[in-house]
């Protein structure tokens, strides 16, 4: 449980970091969606060997590190530098949707993961997620 509440610590603290600084923050939670985490592996390839797994934080597509990298910056006066270029002015509301969790419930299954075909027999919904999740239809893009 110790290395949970690191990691939940750790995303929070660059949640309230970056919100803090006017930004609008696309969290990518992988454990909501192992599509996520594969990407992850996928863009930090061998780097995650040596990193923990979350958060990791990137601007405009540019790697910026992990929580303590977004720290030494933030306080360094760097990460604003960083963010010079983002259009700050537009407010975030939260989703009505999701409550900005990216994720609702399946409409199909209700999260079951489970349908039945019209001659009564169970198999995985093919709409949702691991989780018995889809992406919010209000707000996700991906």
């Known amino acids: 449980m110790r290395g949970v509440r690191k990691t939940y610590e750790d995303c929070c603290t660059v949640r309230l970091i970056l919100r803090g600084l006017g930004v609008h923050v696309e969290e990518r939670d992988v454990w909501m969606h192992s599509h996520y985490k594969d990407e992850l592996r996928g863009v930090l390839g061998d780097i995650l060997k040596s990193v923990p797994l979350v958060p990791q934080l990137f601007i405009k597509g540019r790697y910026i590190g992990g929580a303590e990298n977004v720290k030494k910056l933030h306080d360094e006066g760097n990460l604003a530098r960083l963010m010079d270029d983002l259009d700050m002015s537009a407010a975030h509301s939260e989703c009505d949707g999701c409550g900005d969790l990216r994720f609702v419930l399946c409409?199909?299954?209700?999260?079951?993961?489970?349908?039945?075909?019209?001659?009564?027999?169970?198999?995985?919904?093919?709409?949702?997620?691991?989780?018995?999740?889809?992406?919010?239809?209000?707000?996700s893009t991906a």
């Open 107 to 139: 409409l199909t299954c209700n999260g079951s993961r489970k349908v039945h075909n019209q001659y009564g027999e169970v198999s995985r919904c093919p709409v949702c997620n691991e989780n018995g999740l889809i992406m919010c239809p209000i707000c």
